[in-house]
């Protein structure tokens, strides 16, 4: 996987940036490049300190310590206004004494950018859908729309880099869904670097090129969608990206491209790929984890298949159409299993059965203890 | 108990309340107006063909408007620093009204401690040896406008505070992330959208200055009296009930003439704010 980042230099970078409010720190020593044109998220819960990193970006806080870097240039003490960032805020923010044209020019307005201003408003609100909307107030218009005119305001500009502070989390489902696609469009479209705050890990899953996983002030991973969810390399990662089983194993031995693992409740241990330069040794405690999706189900009285096996009750299933998902306690405690529906005698297996559990080694992911 | 009658009920007392201003209103306008069942326009007549009461006017108007002024110039950024205080912000306003809690006459008088021939500040420079006789610091326009500034600018921060605290502090921060410096952000986001508290505030300085009577009695100088004062003395020291209406008409009318039209703006105002910031 090309990482971007490395092949030019970055256009933004975040080094080694802290920022404390009154003793506490809420953004502790976080590193980050971001090439440009890159759709980069930063991903966390609530209060992991992603909403005020993204403020230092945009000018609002000032760091504790640290630099973030414009494309080299420290720019870390600049007021706001003479950042080329834009942002996109939770709550929007559109000026209510304005119509949707003021509020789209505005940028342009306090840039003192007026020429061609007309024909810059026009295209960037036919980019957003939003033509034949001009001297509609902001309070007159539905919220998908606001949404666009708060993107096509911050995006007038032309900005470096735009920050987008969980812009659709106040959207109902479908909408959000339908704005996600869009925004992905516009960014492609505009190739504008986007940093895209959110809690929401399917959102983030799906629009980013890259994703900073943060918790507690720090960013636990940074790296690709997919890449974040098959390789999570701690177990809040794990966790919070998607559905998964947190098993504890024991690393019996190692060798240049794996481990053996022992886990309670299975009686082979088996060997699994590390990542290069895991610095997992024989003896070692670590996690293991294992997406539902990976999981096979079986009749107990099935021959062993090869892979990790142990046998678990099952204590719920909910069927979805295609596929059914188990609750199941285990030797190795509770697990999920999400499995392809078959129909057929005993399918989907009745709550309390026995069934033999398995899953293909290699899908198995190394987490340090 | 019905509806209308539980309406009837609460409306009662400030029906009461209206009637009462209103047979006052219109029993003082009559009295300048109507002299032994006839018209008689004589007061008014008398009032502005002496030119005493002219400029006595046009100092009322005029010491209103400058009292209203600094009320502005300091009340905003005080409102605007307690709006955006991220502390105990009540304790704030209770020491913006804790001056109410003390009689108007006790805060004028308190003036006159400071100002005085013999008061603080000429004593101190006295003493010092920077000037050697006191400095007129009041018993002139100057010691009333400060006075009314005194008492009056706790009105014009709460009405501005009022609307500020409604205005998202983001919008402020959009503004500055689109390239507007602070002068810019203020003049096309903050000024504007703090228009109708400004206005109101602007309202409740100017008729309560107009108006005033205890603070140009403490602090004005005695050939130069406002109208406030003059009407009080009209009506306690001399009796002369009709002059007294008809300067209480004519102080009436030249606040309205500059009222009404501040209304009417903030009305067209609050309505192009409103419908715009409904969410």
């Known amino acids: 996987m090309p990482d971007t980042a490395t092949l030019s230099q970055p256009i933004l970078q ?28 930063l991903l966390g819960p609530s209060g992991c300190g992603k909403s005020t990193l993204l403020r230092m970006m945009a000018g609002f806080e000032t760091p504790t310590s640290g630099r973030i870097l414009m494309r080299g240039e420290d720019m870390s003490k600049d007021p706001a206004y003479e950042r080329e960032i834009g942002l996109v805020f939770q709550n929007l923010a559109l000026f209510p004494h304005m119509n949707v044209y003021d509020n789209v020019a505005f940028g342009l307005r306090a840039r003192k950018r007026t020429e061609g201003l007309d024909r810059k408003v026009r295209d960037i609100l036919a980019l957003v859908g939003l033509e034949g909307f001009e001297t509609r107030r902001t309070g007159q218009i539905s919220g998908g729309q606001r949404q666009r005119v708060a993107l096509a305001r911050s995006l007038v500009t032309s900005p ?87 098993v504890e194993a024991r690393a019996v031995s190692r060798d240049a491209v794996g481990a053996v693992l022992a886990v309670d409740g299975i009686d082979q241990p088996f060997s699994v790929p590390l990542v290069e330069g895991s610095g997992i040794g024989a003896g070692d405690s670590v996690w293991i984890s294992i997406r539902p999706e990976y999981m096979t189900l079986g009749p107990n009285t099935d021959p062993a298949p090869t892979g990790p096996t142990l046998t678990g009750q099952v204590v719920s299933h909910s069927f979805s159409g295609s596929t ?24 989907p297996f009745p709550n309390g059965e026995t069934v033999q559990i398995s899953w293909a080694a290699d899908t198995t992911t190394v987490i340090p203890g | 108990m019905p509806r209308s009658l539980r309406i009837a009920l609460l409306l009662a007392p400030s029906g009461l309340l209206m009637c009462v201003f209103l047979y006052g209103l219109i029993r003082l306008i009559g009295s300048s107006l109507v002299t032994d069942g006839q018209i008689d326009l004589s007061y008014y007549e008398a009032i502005f063909s002496r030119a005493d009461y002219v400029a006595m006017l046009g ?30 912000r009540n304790f704030l306003l209770l020491m913006i009204i804790f001056p ?27 003493w010092t040896g920077l000037i050697e006789r006191p400095a007129k610091l009041m018993y002139n326009d100057f010691g009333v406008i400060l006075g009314l500034v005194h008492v009056l600018l706790p009105f014009m921060i709460i009405a501005i505070l009022s609307v500020l605290m409604q205005i998202p502090r983001n919008l402020e921060e959009a503004s500055m992330s689109l390239g507007g410096r602070p002068s810019y952000s203020f003049r096309t986001v903050l000024l ?56 209480a008409t004519v102080l009436l009318i030249t606040a309205l003439a500059v009222v009404l039209p501040i209304q009417i703006l903030e009305r067209w105002v609050a309505r192009r704010l409103s419908d715009g910031g409904s969410q």
């Open chain 1, 14 to 41: 975040i080094d080694a940036v802290t920022k404390e409010f009154d003793g506490t720190t809420a953004v502790d020593r976080v590193t980050l490049d971001v090439a440009e044109g890159e759709f980069v998220t």
């Open chain 1, 160 to 246: 470096d880099v735009l920050l987008l502070d969980e812009p659709l989390s106040a959207l109902d489902l479908k909408l959000r869904r339908q704005l996600q696609v869009e925004l992905k469009r516009i960014q492609k479209e505009t190739g504008i670097t986007f940093i895209f705050v959110t809690h929401d890990q399917e959102e983030a899953l799906s629009m980013s090129d890259r994703i900073a996983v943060m918790n507690a002030g720090r960013v636990e991973q940074f790296s690709s969608a997919v890449e974040t969810y098959h390789h999570p390399q701690t177990r809040f990662v794990a966790q919070f990206v998607g559905e998964t089983n947190l």
């Open chain 1, 324 to 347: 059914v998902t188990y609750a199941l306690d285990s030797a190795a405690g509770p697990l999920l299993a999400q499995v392809p529906f078959r129909a057929g005698e005993g399918h």
């Open chain 2, 59 to 88: 100092r009322t108007l005029r010491i209103a408007a400058m009292t209203t002024f600094f009320c502005l110039l300091l009340g905003f950024p005080t409102a605007y620093y307690v709006a955006r205080y991220r502390g105990n």
């Open chain 2, 100 to 126: 109410w809690l003390v009689s108007i006459v006790v805060r004028s008088y308190g003036w006159v401690v400071i100002l005085g021939p013999r008061g603080l500040i000429n004593g101190f420079l006295t």
């Open chain 2, 192 to 247: 504007p959208l703090s228009l109708p508290g400004v206005l109101t505030g602007i309202t409740l300085v100017y008729l309560m200055a107009t108006g005033a009577i205890v603070t140009p009695l403490l602090l004005g100088g005695l050939g130069d009296t406002m109208l406030g004062t003059e009407i009080f003395q009209e009506v306690m020291h001399f009796f002369d009930y009709p002059k007294a209406a008809a300067l």
